[in-house]
């Protein structure tokens, strides 16, 4: 009972913020998802990156082996879920990067948050920006059959991951008031992002429920279990293992579904797979942190 009490407490303000979003729109008030985006993303989210790993709360060593970890399992997901798509005939464009990446921002920030306070957030930052980097290169290289890895690199997000990191390495010490004043700003992210992912889901039409059913129950399945055994290969301690499996094991990102109409791949079955698979983090994701928590 404590355990599922604690669980809830957890998951309960993620879920009851997106779903705000949710309702929202369903009353049928206006929320223009494309300003709160770039708000977010270009200077919210990055603040709460720098201040997240320059704050000096995560040790250097670990969040080095996190990174090792993070990118040994994406290497790995992109050849199983490549399999998969072959095996099922499934659209590559389509697909592939879709099931590889999850919500590791909307989603998986504010659960390390709430799961393992702010030493797991600086850890989450941590696999959301490799995954951002990974998603704007490989992943948009996927969707549109060719891409410039380049792209990333004008990213806010990622010169904020590069600066944070340059301090946490180096041990710097960044002036209280510019730190205060960073942090203040970064606070706007996770309530943002969260109240977007529940816009988003609302105004998707999802289509053939059946097959992205199934495949979102194999991506969760796969994205756990490879993130599981990687981070024990890589000895992980309990707190980036357990950030590690519930960053991989969140829900197809809304990004995937932007990126699938921005380059023209099928967009309709990517908002399946983002509802439905959103839809079984709610069950799937309090079971996951039950183990770690």
């Known amino acids: 009972m404590t355990l599922a009490f604690t669980v809830l407490t957890i998951v309960a303000p993620v879920f009851l913020l997106a779903s705000i979003g949710f309702a929202w729109v369903q009353l049928g008030h206006d929320y223009d998802t494309a300003f709160v985006s770039r708000l977010a993303m270009n200077l919210a989210v990055p603040c709460l990156v720098f201040v997240a790993l320059a704050q000096g709360d995560i040790d250097a060593g670990a969040a080095g082996r996190l990174t090792l970890a993070t990118l040994s399992t994406y290497a790995a997901l992109f050849l199983v879920f490549w399999a998969l798509c072959r095996v099922m005939s499934l659209d590559l464009r389509t697909f592939w990067a879709p099931l590889v990446f999850g919500n590791t921002g909307n989603l998986g920030l504010p659960l390390a948050l709430f799961a393992f306070g702010e030493t797991g957030l600086g850890y989450a930052v941590v696999v959301f920006s490799v995954t951002a980097i990974l998603q704007f290169t ?128 099928e967009a309709s079955p990517v908002a399946g797979l983002v509802v439905v698979s959103t839809a079984m983090s709610v069950v799937a994701l309090p079971l996951i942190l039950a183990a770690f928590v």
């Open 138 to 265: 490989i992943g948009v290289w996927a969707v549109a059959g060719g891409g410039n890895p380049l792209r990333a690199l004008r990213e806010p997000m990622v010169a904020a991951t590069l600066l944070g990191a340059l301090v946490l390495w180096q041990g710097w010490t960044v002036p209280e008031v510019a730190m205060n004043a960073l942090g203040l700003v970064g606070q706007m992210g996770i309530p943002l992002m969260l109240l977007t992912l529940g816009v988003a889901v609302a105004r998707m039409q999802p289509t053939g429920i059946a097959r992205m059913s199934l495949l979102s129950v194999a991506k969760i399945v796969i994205c756990a279990g490879l993130g599981l055994a990687v981070g024990l290969y890589f000895g992980l301690d309990d707190t980036t293992l357990g950030v590690l499996v519930v960053q991989l094991a969140t829900p197809v990102a809304v990004s995937s579904y932007l990126l699938a109409v921005r380059y023209g791949a």
